[in-house]
């Protein structure tokens, strides 16, 4: 089926098209994850409260269609193209070129408001809406903090093209949902969006059936036989998570533990990681096994969760590590880790880049690891329900 020429795949929802209000979500093409869950728990929300969902994505993806909930409709933009090249195109230039696109959506459809769930949607979105010359208010999801120069929380934070776009572009949103104070803060200073439009509301990503998960196997000798302390990083091998420092400072930790490192993710910084594993001599304890389905089982059985990023938001993993009783040693980074563990309460923070310290810690919190019971306390304060609820509140607040 077609939708102004954008070859959009629709599934069309149950309930009257007159009922409710109309709540379009611009999603990107990348592999479900806790951000992706929680968006299809706000839409399934929102259609038991009566209200029409569009999903919106850039061109075909086979998760989506097994994801989007009954009732709601799929619109992929651009798939007799995009998905026919003879290039790949990748998630963030599939956003860039379907903007014509949404912008026609917009004017034909004329959703009630368009919630954008994390920087190049959000650009995309806000293009969209100033190409049709749309009022539709767009709502948008910031997830991570933006490099600022002149700032020095925030020198660190690698700088992006787009970067350039977003104090262009976000002043148009009708409300900006932060996941933290700290991303609040960064796009407070980043632009002029008065703070009463900046809501905070954290990841709530502790669901029902995680502990269940939690307790399924993991094709990994080191955390069934668990002889040895593992350690484990969950996240994409990019530049941001600063693997490099992990390792060095796992290197060092090694002179005093026995110990293992499993790294769970992948991304384009897999041959430099690699290189660098053999460089330092750590590869018969360093495993890289790549993206799995189900980090929980692996938090449940490591001694050790290490966040080394240079920049977050809200680390989902930390919370995950968490509500699986797993200690957690974290960068104090922009933003997100120190909100998160109280200042360092459920779990050590380290300044940024500092091999020494990270290392030390790591030591220090496997020789003397924190009461379980104590960490899944403080990961039920994300659990899955006051977020939604408080999604579907700034939506429902900024519609026409």
């Keep these: 089926m077609s939708d102004m020429n954008s070859s959009a795949m629709e599934r069309s929802g149950s309930g009257s098209p007159s009922q409710g209000k109309h709540i379009a979500l611009l999603v990107g093409a990348l592999p479900l ?21 569009d999903f919106i994505m850039p061109g075909k993806s086979a998760a989506w269609r097994e994801a989007v909930p009954a009732g709601a409709r799929l619109l992929e933009l651009g798939s007799r193209w995009l998905d026919n090249s003879f290039v790949r195109i990748n998630n963030k230039r599939r956003l ?5 696109l949404l912008a026609a959506y917009l004017r034909r459809q004329c959703p009630d408001v368009l919630f954008t769930m994390s920087i190049p949607p959000n650009l995309t979105g806000l293009a969209a809406a100033r190409l049709a010359g749309s009022d539709v208010p767009v709502i948008v999801r910031q997830s991570n903090v933006v490099s600022m120069p002149d700032q020095a929380d925030y020198q660190q934070v690698r700088t992006r093209w787009r970067d350039r776009l977003i104090p262009r572009l976000y002043p148009r949103a009708a409300a900006v949902i932060a996941v933290s104070h700290g991303v609040a803060d960064n796009v407070a200073k980043l632009m002029p969006i008065p703070k009463q439009r900046i809501h905070v ?3 709530q990503i502790v669901t029902p059936d995680m502990a269940e998960r939690a307790t399924q196997p993991v094709p ?18 990019v530049p941001k998570k600063d693997y490099p420092t992990l390792l060095r400072a796992f290197a060092r930790l090694r002179k005093h533990l026995d110990a293992r490192l499993v790294i769970l993710g992948e991304g384009p910084r897999r041959g430099e990681i690699e290189q660098l594993v053999s460089e330092l001599e750590l590869t018969r304890v360093v495993a890289l096994p790549g993206r799995v389905d189900n980090p929980f089982a692996y938090m449940a059985r490591a001694s050790l969760l290490v966040l080394s990023s240079i920049s977050e938001g809200m680390p989902s993993v930390l919370i995950e590590a968490l509500a699986c009783g797993c200690p957690v040693v974290s960068t104090d980074c922009p933003a997100g880790p120190a909100e998160i563990l109280e200042q360092g309460r459920y779990g050590a923070l380290v300044p940024v880049g500092d091999i020494q310290a990270l290392a030390s810690e790591m030591q220090a919190t496997l020789e003397s690891p924190p009461d379980p019971a104590l960490l899944k306390q403080r990961a039920n304060t994300f659990a899955v329900g006051g977020a939604v609820d408080s999604y579907i509140e700034v939506l429902l607040a900024h519609v026409r």
Excluded: F, T
């Design 220 to 237: 990994c000798a080191w955390l069934n036989l668990r002889e040895k302390p593992v350690i484990l990083a969950v996240g994409r091998l």
């Design 201 to 203: 509301v954290y990841n």
């Design 96 to 100: 860039l070129l379907v903007v014509p």
């Design 33 to 53: 994850g806790s951000r992706e869950r929680m968006i299809v728990s706000v839409a399934q929300a929102l259609l038991d409260q009566g209200h029409r969902v």
